[in-house]
Each structure stands twice: as structure tokens, then as C-alpha cells.
């Protein structure tokens, strides 16, 4: 059984700062410690790699803390916690200045400054990136920094299944118990099959979104929800799932998933929204017309496509230069011509909303500490007050590396007071065998993502909800049967953790009694 100081269970833009800035301390300080970075598949693998626009931070002379800070609560509804927007707007510099210093490149113009652009939401221009490539280059940077340290034990291609608490040593745990504790992780070893117990003095979760659960998404496949469904589990607090983000413009690309992104940064540069006759619809919803935060712009597309039948709306790129876009926009540019013949200097893209993001998740405190001793959360599996009722755009990699600082911060701090007591037990599958039916698994996962996308999606209503809520009762009794029954699989235990958040976001959704943010429910209207 290995015992690691620091566990970290995610290698994007969260799980890959913390590490860095954990190794970096200890061997500054020449003390050795072992952490172990663990992630499911390929080390870059990630949401954080599919980043396209960019990353927010308060550069320019003319913008200031304040613009940020009143862009994000309006943004997310009133609904963020104004302290930690305040905190994540004004440590974005220099967290920013640290990415920069592992490597990260961010496009500059000719004098050196920052090519900033902006957003939807944005007041100002602040958006750094890498061309359209921004998240990509962010992992290269960090992964070959972690690389560097020899106190890093890289686990690739190993499935997290289960948080390990007092629980596992056959005490009744709830929610109401106080000091519950997180001893490790027990994790499948995707090569042996086989479940090894990894101990940790501190674990992080930093295991990212929940896409998957909904038909379509620009989230790769990785991302089903697997840190919320783990933490909730061992009784830590989850907040906000009912705010799923839905990007405005995905590619329409029919029975592709996950679905290709079509940067905010596009309307940023002057892209507009239009119907399938080539007239612009936005002045009916927002003033801010394409440029509107993202539930806006996302409904008004929703709306607009009900109303005229139709599957997708346009964006039309053809004023920009065609130059203008190769430079910026290369991986777009080149992927919409490859992949349909369509060159976006001279066609209307087709653009259809889906899912992009969760606002809600595992609820940390400004430390990034859940409400489990020596459990932390940071990235887009944790609630940390910071969107809302909808994230502003590029807050996301910004939240991720100001957090994970934070619980860098913190955790270092509580090193060496953890207690690991003897006695925690192996993985138990006594009893279980091979599952033999896949179908199973395969068939629910689709109807999973079909209730979700139909009954739980832009737009709601209290019928969906009691639907979505009643159909994925029969699916989680089904499997929790086959889960008792059936040796560790990574599909079945991720359905089982796409069962849990779905149940999750049914569950606030119905409960939310307001339309705030990205949660419309046409019952709440007159209300
Ligand atoms: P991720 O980067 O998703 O990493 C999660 C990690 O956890 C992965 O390594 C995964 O393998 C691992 N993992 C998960 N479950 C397990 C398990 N059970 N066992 C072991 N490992 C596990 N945000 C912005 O701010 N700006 C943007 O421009 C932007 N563009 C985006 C474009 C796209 C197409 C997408 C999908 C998202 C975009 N976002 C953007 C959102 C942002 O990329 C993500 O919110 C952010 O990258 C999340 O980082 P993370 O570290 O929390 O998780
Ligand atoms: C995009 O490039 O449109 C994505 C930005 C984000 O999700 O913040």
C-alpha cells in the first residue's frame, strides 16, 4: 500500500498548478515528499487542453480591478459570492506571471504587450491567449514542468473509483459527522485491472467537468463528473449543479461528440449571430447583441431555432479579412475547412448551442478546503462562489489556477499534522465477477444522456424535471444492481458517477424556485 503526502487526482490546468507548486516548495526547502499525480487516460487529456479563447486577468491600463469584478457578478446573475470574485480578479496578475514563468506563451502584438481581446460579458479587452490554442498551451507548459520533479510519482491510464474516509474502517459516516477525514484514494490500475489503495496524507480533487452526461458538449470525454460523484459520496457538500452552461456556438456537426468549439473570441473579434435567412436576431435579446454573456446569447439561439425550426443558426466571419482569421483563429479556421469544406472567410459557419461548463460542484472554502479534513477541490469540480449563476468567459482557467495556489497555500501549511491510522482496508470485490453485459452499461449511459439533454437543458420546466428525475430512478436501481454484482470496470463506475451528478442537477434544478442565471424554468416566469 503506498503512502503519498500529496495525492492529486487530475492533470489539467488545477490538478498540474498544484502539483508544480507543491514540488516546487518541498525542494526549495530540500525536503523530500512524494506526490503521486493521478489521471485516467493520457496525461493531457483534458478539458484544460480544448481551451480555446483564453484565460481573464486585468492587464491594460484602461481596464481595472473594478470592470473585472462588475463584469462577473453581472455575468453570473448577483448570484456569485462577492468576496471570492474579488479575490480571483485581484491574484490574477500574478498567477498569470506565473504560468508565464513555467513557459506558457501568450500571443503579444508587435510592441510587446499582450494581444488582449475580449468576450462575451467583458467590458474591456483581458482575455490573454495562444491563438485559438490557448488551453493546449497551457498543458504543454505545465506538463513539462511537473516532469521536472522527482518527487512526482506520474500515474497515467489509473480511474480514481472511490475517496477513502473513516467509512472504509467501519465507521457510520454522514454528512452531519464532524471532522470526517480523507485518507487516500482507491484507484484502478487501467492495465492490471486490478484496484490499488493509495494513501494520502492530502488528496485534491481536481477532476474537472461533467459533459458527458449530456448528448452533446464540447467536453472531451473524460469529463464525467467523476470527483463530484466521489465526494459526494463520502459526504462532502455540493452546490450549484443546476447552473450548466451552455456554449452558444458549438460546430453543428450532427452525432459528433464531443462537439468542436467555436471561440467566444470569434464573436470578440467581430463575428455575428444570424438566422438561417442571413438576418441578425440578437437586438431582440440584448443590447450587447453576440457579444451578451453566454445564457443570453445561448437562449436567444435556443429560441430563435424553436421558432423558425431549424437546427442551427449562422455565424457570419465573412467581413473579417481572411488574413485576420488565419492569424488568429488558425485551428478553427483550418478545422472548419477540413472538416466541411467550409471556408469561414467566405460561408456562414453553422452553430448550434451545447453543453460547456458546470458553475456548480464540490463547495470549497477560499482555501479550496471542502468540508472533509485534508480533502481539497479546485477547478471545474469545485463551487467556489466565483460564477454564480453563470461563469464569464475565460474565468474558468483563471478560478483553476488561483484556487489550486490557494490550496497549495493551505495544504503545505497543514503538512505533517495528518493522522493516517492503521487498519484501511484493500478494495473488496468479494463476490463480483466480469460483467458479461456491456449492452447494459452502453444503453444506459444513452438514455442517461438523452433525459438529461431533453428534460434538464436550456430551457426547463417543473414536468422535465419530475421526468428527468423519475427515468433516472429506474436507471440508477438498474445499475447499482449490476455494480454490486460486476468487478470494476472504468465505464461502469463512470456511469455510475454520471447517474450521481445527473441525479445531482435534477435535484437543485427542481429545488431552485427562481430563474437566476442559466437556470430558466418557464413555470418560474410569471412567479
Ligand atoms: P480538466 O482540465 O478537465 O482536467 C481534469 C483531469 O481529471 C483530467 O486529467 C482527467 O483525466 C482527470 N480525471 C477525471 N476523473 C478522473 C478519475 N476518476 N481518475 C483519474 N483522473 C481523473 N475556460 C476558460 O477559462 N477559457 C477558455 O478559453 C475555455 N475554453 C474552453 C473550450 C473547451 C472546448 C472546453 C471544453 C472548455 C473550455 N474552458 C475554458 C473551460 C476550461 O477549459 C475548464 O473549465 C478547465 O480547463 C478545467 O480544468 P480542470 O483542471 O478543473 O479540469
Ligand atoms: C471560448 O473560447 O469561447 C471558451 C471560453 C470559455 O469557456 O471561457
Known sequence: MPTYDFIVVGSGIAGLSYTVKVAQYFQDKQKPIKIALITKTVAEETNTKYAQGGIAAVWDQEDSFDKH??????????????????????EAPERL???????????????????LVKEGGHSDKRILHYKDSTGNEIERALLEKVKSFSSVDFFTHYFAIDLITQHHLGEKVTKD????????VYVLNKKTKKVETFIGKTTLLATGGIGQVYQSTTNPTIATGDGIAMA???KAFVKGMQYIQFHPTALYQPGKKPNFLISEAVRGHGGILKNLDGTTFMEKYDERLSLAP??????AIDSEMKKNGTDHVYL?????????????????????LDQLGIDMSEE?????????????????????????????AAGECSHTGLHGANRLASNSLLEAIVFAHRAFEKSVQEFGTQIIPAGIPDWNDEGT???????LVTEMTRELESIMSNYVGIVRTDRRLKRAYDRLELIYLEHEELYKQSKITVPLCELRNMINVAYLIIKHARAQRENKGLHYNLDLLNA
Do not use: W
Open 69 to 90: 469584478i462588475q463584469d462577473t457578478l453581472v455575468a453570473g446573475d448577483f448570484e456569485s459570492d462577492q468576496q471570492v470574485v474579488e479575490i480571483v480578479v485581484k
Open 97 to 115: 506571471k506565473e504560468l508565464i514563468s513555467y513557459g506558457t506563451d501568450f500571443d503579444r502584438k508587435s510592441d510587446g504587450s499582450f494581444d
Open 177 to 184: 459527522t464532524p471532522h470526517k477525514k480523507c485518507f487516500g
Open 232 to 234: 459526494y459520496r463520502a
Open 294 to 299: 453566454r445564457d443570453i446569447v445561448a437562449r
Open 316 to 336: 457570419d466571419t465573412r467581413h473579417i479579412p481572411k488574413s485576420e482569421i488565419i492569424a488568429h483563429f488558425p485551428m478553427i479556421y483550418h478545422y472548419c
Open 348 to 376: 456562414m459557419i453553422p452553430v448550434v448551442p451545447c453543453q460547456h461548463y458546470l458553475c456548480g460542484g464540490i463547495i470549497v472554502n477560499e482555501h479550496s478546503q471542502t468540508n472533509i479534513e485534508h480533502l481539497y
Open 433 to 439: 465477477r466480469n460483467p458479461e453485459e456491456m449492452v
